[in-house]
């Protein structure tokens, strides 16, 4: 094989691991908010608590089908399989559904304040939009069948 089709491997796999691992532990996040006990609920800061409480069924089921997703892209993308592409972007997508309903439908900024309201969206976002990149990148670059 010539070298334009073969990943270094070290590279691809450290960050499809790494991949793995952040989906992992965005998983465990979805487990954790959703199996919340009325006890910790009570200990959140009321803006957390009150965006915890008005969150709509549908947009847990967008959050959980973006981890469960991207736990799954992440797992295809260490296989080497290009079906590891299409989870990343029912991820990619389930995520801006969920995200969108937090900016769009909901007053998230104004009751827990900007940067907290900001900051893990962004990150989560660009984390995806950055897997998705890279997994269609290997693609294109015959590194996945």
Excluded: C
Excluded at 69 to 75: N, P
Aim: net charge positive; proline share 4%.
């Amino acid at each position: 094989m010539d070298t334009l089709t073969t990943p270094r491997t070290g590279t691809f796999r450290l960050v499809a691991i790494m991949a793995l691992a952040w989906n992992l532990m965005g998983l465990a996040m979805f487990w954790m908010q959703w199996n919340i006990t009325p006890e910790q609920l009570a200990q959140l800061p009321e803006g957390q608590r009150a965006v915890h409480e008005a969150m709509p069924q549908w947009v847990w089921i967008a959050n959980g089908v973006a981890v469960v997703a991207g736990v799954v892209a992440s797992f295809l993308l260490i296989m080497r399989k290009k079906l590891s592409v299409p989870f990343y972007w029912l991820s990619l997508i389930a995520i801006v559904v969920m995200f969108g309903y937090s900016f769009l439908m909901s007053d998230m900024i104004g009751k827990v304040g900007a940067a907290q309201a900001l900051t893990m969206p962004i990150v989560v976002t660009v984390i995806a939009v950055a897997l998705l990149w890279y997994a269609r990148r290997a693609q294109s670059r015959g590194w996945l069948s």
